[in-house]
């Protein structure tokens, strides 16, 4: 089993920025990719950025050049650095890891809030 432990949301003003951080925890610790999705009201669950093993990242059209998804292969723990941001990026995000057993795993959430 793996533990997802996700930090760094908040409420933000439109040009502003957030880092969000997902820290994976459990029996299994090796991943073929981790990555970040986030869910609007009413709206349905999109990929934001994924990074992969051992290299190979993609971003939403939405987010490049905007935000920027980071591992720290040490620590088990991937973040967003997420800047510019607009009230279009309002949403819960959610890390999501794939083991290499194919398993996939999801964080709990984290609410991100951009005020116009």
């Known amino acids: 089993q793996v533990q997802l432990v996700e930090s760094g949301g908040g409420l933000v003003q439109a040009g502003g920025s957030l880092r969000l951080s997902c820290a994976a925890s459990?029996?299994?610790?090796?991943?073929?990719?981790m990555g970040w999705f986030r869910q609007a009201p009413g709206k349905q669950r999109e990929l934001v950025a994924i990074?992969?093993?051992?290299?190979?990242?993609n971003y939403a059209d939405s987010v490049k050049g905007r935000f920027t998804i980071s591992r720290d292969y040490a620590k088990n723990t991937v973040y967003l650095q997420m800047n510019s941001l607009k009230p279009e990026d309002t949403a819960v995000y959610y890390c999501?890891?794939?083991?290499?057993?194919?398993?996939?795993?999801w964080g709990q959430g984290t609410q991100v809030t951009v005020s116009s």
């Open positions: 999501n890891v794939v083991s290499t057993f194919l398993q996939v795993y």
């Open positions: 990074t992969r093993s051992p290299n190979g990242t």
């Open positions: 459990g029996s299994t610790l090796s991943f073929n990719a």
